[in-house]
């Protein structure tokens, strides 16, 4: 029998999320460039949010995983609702302030919106980047309980970057699997969600995995996928995520989404959340509860299934 969930419980999960997205971001971003051999032979295993790597970076420091999630999630909640001239606007904003990591698809992108107005990118074979993946999260929270919606707000705010396939049907899957993880369905409801994307696009099968962790949105994803269900916990998915090296502080942020809305607040490590700025928590949290607010979960009224239900 479904047990009834709550506001509450979603907004914590939708919390654990954001939050999931800067620690992950933060946890790998040191280890970026990096293959697993250099790893082991410089840090051994890391599970400790060091900073350093090629951009320097100090302990708990985030990159354009987080800022970006960020950006769409101010413009959502200032326009209190979806917007997507708002949201370019909101790129563009961040991109005049210099940021110290910004691909070079995504600056493409922002700056013909900037010089010429672009809401899209026209389709380019090597925009399969996972640049429009890593800033789901926030397209998530404020479509939750509306696949339709997911899909079409997935798809706007990518292309205005990234217009590729790949890209688009892995943030669609991504945002589905957050979805059924802020409702509290099991791990084997989520696999199977999967399939449907692995049944479109077979080069997403991650089983065997091949241990590659680019930033082509089929190895950051098949990365994602492979430690998020072979692990057991928060920390775990995480450790493992990041120490793959290779483009590891968006493979971090990804998985951070997606392990932060499946176990929860209680599920994040506090001595990570310790290395966040204080400042940037309490706009995450407030952030996430407004999104949800805003999402067709809270008009509604549903009753939501939570861990171990399965949906009729």
């Not at 970026?32 to 302990?59: D, Q």
């Not at 696949?147 to 707000?153: F, H, K, N, V, W």
């Not at 098949?222 to 916990?233: M, Y």
């Amino acid at each position: 029998m479904a047990i009834t969930g709550t506001p509450d419980d979603i907004r914590s999960r939708a919390r654990a999320a954001f939050l999931g997205v800067a620690v992950g971001d933060a946890l790998g971003a040191g280890l970026e460039f990096m293959t697993p051999g250099e790893i082991r032979s410089k840090h051994g295993t890391v599970r400790e949010i060091i900073g350093g790597g090629w951009l320097r970076l100090k302990p708990g420091q985030i990159t354009d995983d987080t800022e970006m999630s960020l950006c769409i999630a101010r413009a959502i909640v200032a326009d209190g609702g979806w917007s997507l001239q708002g949201i370019a606007e909101s790129f563009a904003a961040w991109l005049r302030t210099k940021p110290i990591d910004v691909g070079d698809t995504c600056r493409r992108g922002i700056r013909n919106y900037m010089l010429k107005g672009v809401l899209e990118s026209p389709f380019n074979q090597y925009a399969a980047g996972n640049g429009a993946c890593m800033r789901m999260l926030p397209v998530a929270l404020c479509t939750l309980s509306s696949e339709d919606l997911l899909q079409e707000y997935a798809i706007q705010q990518a292309h205005i970057t990234h217009n590729h396939p790949l890209s688009d049907a892995a943030c669609i899957a991504l945002g589905g699997l957050v979805h059924l993880s802020l409702l509290g369905y099991s791990k084997s409801r989520l696999r199977r969600e999967l399939e449907v994307l692995l049944s479109r696009y077979e080069n997403f099968r991650f089983e065997p995995y091949h241990g590659l962790a680019t930033a082509y949105v089929v190895d950051t994803m098949q990365t994602v996928f492979h430690h998020f269900f072979k692990t057991r916990d928060f920390e775990s998915c995480l450790v493992e995520t990041v120490n793959q090296g290779g483009d590891a502080d968006t493979t971090g942020a990804i998985a951070g989404m997606l392990a932060g809305a499946y176990y929860g607040l209680e599920g994040i490590p506090k001595r990570w959340l310790k290395k966040i700025d204080k400042n940037l928590v309490g706009e995450i949290n407030t952030l996430a509860d407004r999104m949800i607010e805003l999402s067709p979960f809270i008009s509604s009224g549903q009753v939501v299934p939570m861990r171990g239900a399965e949906k009729i």
